[in-house]
């Protein structure tokens, strides 16, 4: 499975990093706007300007189909491990399952391209689960947790870089 979802954002590529990458708001977001029921920034060391590296750890309770639920339960605990390049502009991940992990396989990129339109974020992922009959159900539900997630993230982050009123 591959993914690209393209989104407008407010602000400029400078203002998105600061606040991707702030602790407090990385928390809010996945409180608020993701429904994680829990999240840790296990590491993050470095800074947007000369490169960061960042692992996550946090757990979801997202509606998933039987099939997918049988195999993973009703909570999925994922690790997104991370490496931004300030020269390219580019957030690289691997997301883990703690679950099936030796059998799916998960990684992606955000960029930002800024243009006269304002700017707009790429998200990318490519998903392959190795399971023998419930592979294809498993990346169909990736990919429809991703758009979801992306939607709702695009939109917690929008109203921060907008600020009040």
């Known amino acids: 499975m591959k993914l690209e979802l393209r989104d407008a954002m407010e602000g400029t590529a400078k203002a998105f990093w600061a606040l991707y990458f702030d602790k407090a708001f990385v ?3 996945h409180a608020e706007a993701l429904g994680s029921s829990s999240m840790e920034i296990v590491q993050q060391k470095g800074t947007v300007a000369k490169g960061l590296e960042r692992t996550l750890r946090y757990s979801q309770q ?3 189909p039987g099939p997918v639920r049988k195999l993973f339960g ?4 994922t690790v997104e491990e991370g490496a931004f390049d300030p020269a390219a502009g580019t957030w690289t991940f ?3 399952p703690g679950t099936m992990a030796e059998k799916t396989e998960m990684h992606g990129s955000i960029r930002l391209d ?9 998200f990318s992922l490519e998903a392959k689960v190795k399971i023998f009959g419930a592979g294809p159900v498993v990346e169909r539900f990736i990919e429809k947790q ?4 992306q939607r709702r993230a695009v ?3 929008n ?3 907008r600020g009040p009123g």
């Open 146 to 149: 991703a758009r979801d997630t």
């Open 94 to 96: 691997t997301l883990t």
């Open 74 to 77: 009703s909570e999925v605990t």
């Open 159 to 161: 109203a921060e870089l």
């Open 62 to 64: 997202p509606d998933m």
């Open 27 to 29: 928390a809010r977001l």
């Open 155 to 157: 939109a917690f982050m």
């Open 114 to 122: 800024e243009g006269a339109d304002g700017v707009v974020q790429v």
